[in-house]
């Protein structure tokens, strides 16, 4: 079937779904395939409970008229979110990077929801099938659209920006993290610089950049720039760390005049992101008093720079994914908050290839310098490093441990790749 058709029936639902555990009533249902699954097999059911349609790429499963076949249903996935996304035309913000990319694309939308009616990408779908969802929301509705793209291989930003046809975009940071994907840190540079590629050419386009960044600002060279960041006087808003204890708290100025912010964020690490969603809020005309409410009130979740509060002790929870990069100003922020009674459990940085080794023994290295009160370290790789703080192979083994002994009064980071399991120590402390 043609895609302009299949749009056309699209328009009749204004719904996909691809999951028949999620079939919201007149829904399209597209049929994707995985590994261990084969979404052919699910029409039929994703008819009767509430579906209109079904798309299959499988002849043998397209028995009903209200059953399309299509020659890959994960390309027209993508086909009908890029048609989708042109038709409306919605103004969008791009967004990758290799740290943080999550959290400064919800402080983006938190911002731009102050004034407009903004859809953003949810939790991480920020793939080659997250991404052509996202989009696939839209609404005549919706003024604005943040969307977060992510990456572990080369060429994959492309595809993405092919899809979502951002106005304009920002990159976090580059950093050490999917080398076995990326193969060098210069891949990484490469993949990431893939959306200033596709921004060069287009009409109009523009991007915001952490001018602090060299690495960033040779990428980004012959793109019109809005700049941010702690250093330099040509800003567009220029940012001053003032606190992290443990919050963050900073001030930032735009046209000579500044504003105070105090978050609920951990980590001196994200005041860049937070600049970056004040950068956009300015650009797109959000009140500066608006722009600070929405940071003061944005409360972190999923693991990500969140700090919780038990009856025995203060966690930081950052354990949704760790790299070299993040790891290390994680312990940095950790090493400089005025805080005591500090104790840091970190999980195996994972995807990192030939290089694990070595990074995990820089952080082993570096935690030398630190004088936390203790240190655990989980998993395999950290195993290897010859160290002298506590190992222990995985979380349960941690959790048998706080369950004889626990930490009581302390400070705890904790930080590992999302694989490790790490956050399930919260229940135990």
């Not at 990758?96 to 991480?124: H, P």
């Not at 919706?142 to 595809?159: F, K, L, Q, W, Y």
């Amino acid at each position: 079937m043609e895609n302009s058709i299949l749009y056309n029936y699209f328009k009749e639902c204004g719904k996909v779904t691809t999951d028949t555990r999620n079939c919201p009533e007149g829904s399209m249902f597209i049929a994707l395939k995985g590994e261990t699954f084969n979404g052919n097999a699910f029409a039929r059911q994703a008819l009767e409970k509430g579906c209109r349609y079904a798309v299959v790429d499988e002849a043998e499963y397209a028995d009903a008229p209200n059953i399309f076949l299509v020659d890959n249903c994960l390309e027209t996935l993508q086909n009908l979110a890029r048609e989708h996304r042109r038709a409306l035309g919605t103004p969008i913000v791009g967004i990758t990077g290799t740290n943080g990319k999550t959290t400064t694309k919800e402080l983006i939308a938190t911002v731009l929801q102050k004034r407009y009616n903004t859809l953003y990408t949810q939790g991480n779908l920020n793939n080659h099938i997250g991404v052509p969802l996202t989009l696939l929301n839209l609404t005549e509705e919706h003024e604005m659209a943040v969307v977060e793209m992510g990456a572990n291989h080369p060429g994959e930003i492309r595809t993405l920006v092919n899809i979502a046809d951002p106005d304009c975009g920002m990159i976090t940071n580059v950093g050490k993290a999917h080398l076995e994907g990326f193969g060098s840190f210069e891949g990484v540079v490469k993949t990431k610089s893939e959306l200033y590629d596709f921004l060069r050419s287009k009409e109009n386009a523009f991007i915001f950049l952490d001018k602090d960044n060299e690495v960033l600002c040779q990428a980004s060279a012959g793109l019109e720039s809005i700049g941010y960041g702690l250093e330099g006087e040509d800003l567009y808003v220029k940012g001053k760390l003032h606190a992290c204890a443990p919050f963050l708290a900073f001030e930032w100025e735009h046209e000579g005049v500044s504003h105070d912010v105090n978050t609920h964020l951990i980590g001196a690490y994200n005041v860049k992101n937070a600049l970056a969603a004040i950068a956009i809020g300015c650009r797109f005309g959000v009140p500066a008093e608006a722009i600070c409410e929405a940071l003061n009130g944005y409360i972190p979740s999923n693991n990500r720079s969140q700090l919780t509060e038990t009856e025995d002790n203060h966690l930081i929870v950052d354990a949704y994914n760790a790299n070299p990069t993040s790891m290390m100003a994680a312990l940095e922020n950790f090493r400089l908050m005025e805080v005591e009674h500090k104790v840091a459990v970190l999980g195996d940085m994972k995807e990192l290839g030939e290089g694990s080794l070595d990074e995990h023994r820089k952080i082993v290295a570096f935690l030398g310098e630190c004088g936390f009160e203790k240190v655990i370290l989980v998993g395999a790789e950290f195993g290897k490093a010859n160290t002298n703080f506590e190992h222990y192979p995985d979380v349960e083994a941690v959790k048998a441990l706080f369950a004889e002994n626990k930490p009581m009064g302390k400070f705890v980071l904790i930080k590992g790749s999302n694989s490790m399991k790490l956050f399930n120590l919260k229940e135990v402390l």
